[in-house]
């Protein structure tokens, strides 16, 4: 039996994708952060070319987390999504009077690394590590406080004993 440690991170990396860096980062700054069934739901209704590649990604790097570490899909959490640009294809495109055309043909390597996060006591000190903003509200009847943290679209609300009361996303076709 494996041992699930909560601070573990499973990733799966593509390499030579075969498309801008600039347009599988438009897409995957709308999915960081989130749960592993939301960023299934978002990549498949996206209308962008790069969701294809990172839907590939991302079920690949859930199957390593729940085969290797035996972490439930559900209980993951995108922790981190990033690309950088590869190796530039250069052909050359006919032109008149026989000279020729440089066509550049770029690559990207996109990295997604996933975090189980149901037997995490400090998640919120995760997202505090990772660039959430948070602040402390009162309930209008004083019972309870809540926490709200905000990125980028992506609002969660949590008690003091640090359940998860509501979560949204909001997102904005660009």
Not at 54 to 65: P, T
Request: hydrophobic letters at 40%; a positive charge.
């Amino acid at each position: 039996m494996i041992k699930r440690d909560p601070n573990v991170e499973v990733y799966a990396s593509g390499q030579y994708i075969r498309m801008s860096a600039h347009k599988a980062r438009r897409v995957l700054d709308q999915i960081r952060g989130l749960y592993y069934e939301q960023t299934l739901m978002m990549l498949e209704l996206m209308p962008y070319r790069a969701c294809y590649p990172i839907l590939k990604l991302v079920y690949s790097a859930a199957a390593n987390a729940s085969h290797n570490m035996a972490f439930n899909k559900e209980d993951c959490i995108i922790s981190q999504a990033e690309v950088n640009g590869g190796t530039l294809l250069k052909r050359l495109k006919p032109r008149a009077r026989g000279r020729s055309y440089p066509v550049k043909k770029p690559t990207c390597h996109i990295t997604i690394v996933l975090q189980d996060i149901s037997k995490d006591q400090d998640f919120f000190i995760w997202l505090r590590k990772r660039g959430w903003i948070y602040e402390t509200l009162k309930n209008i009847n004083m019972k309870e406080r809540y926490v709200t943290m905000s990125y980028e679209k992506r609002m969660i609300w949590a008690n003091s004993a640090g359940e998860v009361v509501w979560d949204e996303v909001v997102w904005d076709k660009k």
